[in-house]
């Protein structure tokens, strides 16, 4: 889950290794022309690129031109430097994720999720909750050890909170596909404010998903965590799994330690 980081900068890999070689995509509102190309050409160069060859010249609208321009970059990045929260959770198979659930917390885990807003895009929520699943992995209803519940597309933060505690979830997922103008932030954020206003944000774990979703934005606007594009049901279920053995372990460790005291 966690490759080790190289300790090194590293440039661009095109040809061979460390040449520097990208390419870079744009439009511009010029006709395809040789004026066109030259343009595109000048343009990659001032933005770094060496070199820079126009591969691809397509009309994609009238006045309109699609451009990929290949080049060297001088510019290296060391990954070793760069410090971002991740998602941090052991990949479970189906058979322990089914097992650790039995034998550790003895019911199902109860998942509420839903597109809130005014988001009627249902294909995140879909892939992570519903049985046919994502990539040939099947969602939290084809496990024996999920309730899952999927409430479906614009789903307002309060009828969220309500069906969730009517359901006493352990769990609430929110996916945003539409992102114009930073609606996806702002819906999210309201929702933990209201969970939050309503006293119960510490008991349920809050997850955030979709296209412009990653871990470090989930945590600023108050989620538990954040998954992103390619997330996998076993991903979320993985993390579900742990989080909650996790919590029971840490409870029943903290009600030893009290009752020694006492």
């Not at 969730?164 to 609606?183: F, K, P, W």
């Not at 979320?236 to 029971?248: D, P, T």
Request: hydrophobic share 40%; proline share 4%.
């Amino acid at each position: 889950m966690h490759p080790t980081v190289p300790g090194k900068p590293l440039r661009a890999y095109g040809d061979r290794q460390g040449d520097g070689m990208i390419q870079l995509s744009f439009v511009l509102e010029l006709p395809p022309s040789a004026r066109a190309k030259e343009a595109a050409r000048q343009f990659a160069e001032l933005h770094g690129i060496s070199e820079a060859l126009v591969t691809t010249m397509e009309p994609c609208a009238e006045g309109y031109t699609y451009f990929v321009v290949y080049g060297h970059s001088k510019h290296a990045i060391d990954p070793s430097v760069i410090d971002v929260p991740e998602v941090r959770m052991e990949a479970l198979s189906r058979e322990e994720i089914e097992h650790r659930v039995k034998a550790r917390l003895g019911r199902k885990i109860v998942v509420v999720g839903a597109c809130t807003g005014s988001d009627a895009h249902t294909v995140g929520i879909d892939a992570i909750l519903n049985y046919k699943g994502y990539a040939g992995d099947k969602g939290l209803e084809s496990y024996k050890a999920f309730e899952a519940y999927n409430l479906g597309a614009q789903v307002e933060n309060e009828q969220l909170a309500e069906r969730a505690l009517a359901l006493s979830a352990d769990a609430i997922l929110v996916s945003q596909i539409i992102t114009q103008r930073n609606c996806h932030k702002e819906n999210a954020a309201a929702l933990i404010e209201l969970a939050k206003r309503q006293g119960w944000r510490s008991k349920v774990i809050m997850l955030l998903g979709g296209p412009r979703i990653d871990h470090k934005l989930a945590l600023e606007l108050g989620f538990d965590a954040g998954f992103g594009p390619g997330t996998k049901p076993s991903d979320v279920a993985s993390f579900l799994v742990e989080w909650m053995s996790g919590e029971r372990e840490r409870a029943a460790s903290a009600m030893a330690i009290a009752n020694e005291q006492g």
